[in-house]
């Protein structure tokens, strides 16, 4: 089955800061990569994602890449935010019905 | 605007009870994942649902049931409690590309 991993575990930044979180993937099969924010006492929420048939994609401040060659997809956040603060998941799917895999999760400090 | 509605949101129970966490998407949606997250762990994926019939099945022990009903809402059943149980348990409806993409706040199931 797929396997994600996800660096760094901690990431600590002061506001204004870029953030980058990257994550690796087994399955050549992959083609969804979605990227989940967990606040405190929260359920995780999709912020953005990726599909294998294009290689980046932005939105405001959060943009995402992809290597599909390599395996690998990474989440840049530019100009931090205190309310960046969170855990960051990372995720591969094959798509359809097919089950999210996700990524151990990154815990994003922002200092303000 | 859309969401998911998790009740009860704290549970506590002892070792060997039973429990009962229910799933209200809002608007209802005939596909449904629930997801147990562990402390510092990523969300795994436990079972999911279509038309209220189960779609696909992941890491869910024996002890451990779920249905969807006419209305849609989802329930996850769990027998024969084990301290191992406690956990984070979230459930999603079915969002962009087919996947999970909007989580309840979950309910933080303590077992004594």
């Known amino acids: 089955g797929e396997n994600v991993e996800q660096h760094p575990s901690t990431l600590s930044v002061q506001e204004g800061d870029s953030a980058v979180i990257k994550c690796t993937y087994s399955d050549s099969a992959s083609n969804y990569f979605p990227w989940y924010k967990q606040e405190l006492g929260k359920g995780p929420q999709l912020i953005i994602d990726?599909?294998?048939?294009?290689g980046e994609k932005k939105d405001q401040r959060i943009a995402v890449t992809l290597n599909k060659t390599a395996k690998h997809f990474s989440l840049h956040i530019t100009e931090t935010q205190p309310e960046d603060s969170a855990v960051y998941f990372c995720?591969?799917?094959?798509?359809?019905?097919?089950?999210?895999?996700f990524g151990r999760g990154t815990s994003l400090i922002v200092h303000p | 605007a859309a969401g998911v509605i998790q009740s009860p949101r704290h549970l506590i129970k002892e070792k060997r009870e039973t429990a009962t966490l229910k799933c209200y998407p809002i608007?209802?949606?005939?596909?449904v994942y629930w997801y147990q997250q562990g402390p510092g762990q990523d969300p795994q994926f436990l079972i999911s649902f279509y038309e209220k019939m189960q779609s696909d099945k992941g890491s869910i022990p024996d002890r451990f049931s779920a249905q969807q009903f006419s209305d849609y809402h989802s329930e996850l059943n769990m027998s024969s409690l084990e301290l191992g149980d406690s956990a984070l348990y979230f459930c999603a409806p079915l969002g962009r590309h087919n996947q999970p993409q909007h989580f309840g706040d979950g309910t933080r199931l303590s077992i004594l």
């Open positions: 608007p209802r949606h005939d596909t």
């Open positions: 990726i599909r294998s048939n294009v």
């Open positions: 995720a591969a799917s094959k798509g359809g019905s097919y089950i999210p895999t």
